[in-house]
């Protein structure tokens, strides 16, 4: 069974900086991507940035220069390292992998999430 499990969220000022994780675990044949969304409350979650066959990143226009994701393949592991925060990045963030496990079909999975409160 897959499963992704998150760490890393927790209570910052503005200005400073968080590192989440998220790894996937279980009998995984391919990763296709892996990235982080975010929901706010009364808002919609929305992506925030997402790795793709390892290499190419996407970033939502918000936390561009201040967010970098990047991808442990070895650990089946991405992390979303968080610099400059603002307190509009409060939101439970989740991270979302489309994956092929073993001896199945392809398919999205997703985390439990993760709370990031940025306040002084």
């Known amino acids: 069974q897959v499963k992704l499990v998150e760490s890393g969220g927790g209570l910052v000022q503005p200005g400073g900086s968080l590192r989440l994780s998220c790894a996937a675990s279980g009998s995984i044949a391919s990763i296709y991507a892996m990235g982080w969304y975010r929901q706010a409350p009364g808002k919609q979650r929305e992506l925030v940035a997402a790795?793709?066959?390892?290499?190419?990143?996407n970033y939502a226009d918000s936390v561009k220069g201040r967010f970098t994701i990047s991808r442990d393949n070895a650990k089946n592991t991405v992390y979303l390292q968080m610099n400059s925060l603002k307190p509009e990045d409060t939101a439970v963030y989740y991270c979302?992998?489309?994956?092929?496990?073993?001896?199945?079909?392809?398919?999205?999975?997703w985390g439990q999430g993760t709370q990031v409160t940025v306040s002084s």
């Open positions: 790795i793709i066959s390892g290499s190419t990143t």
């Open positions: 979302n992998a489309d994956l092929r496990p073993t001896g199945s079909a392809r398919k999205y999975y």
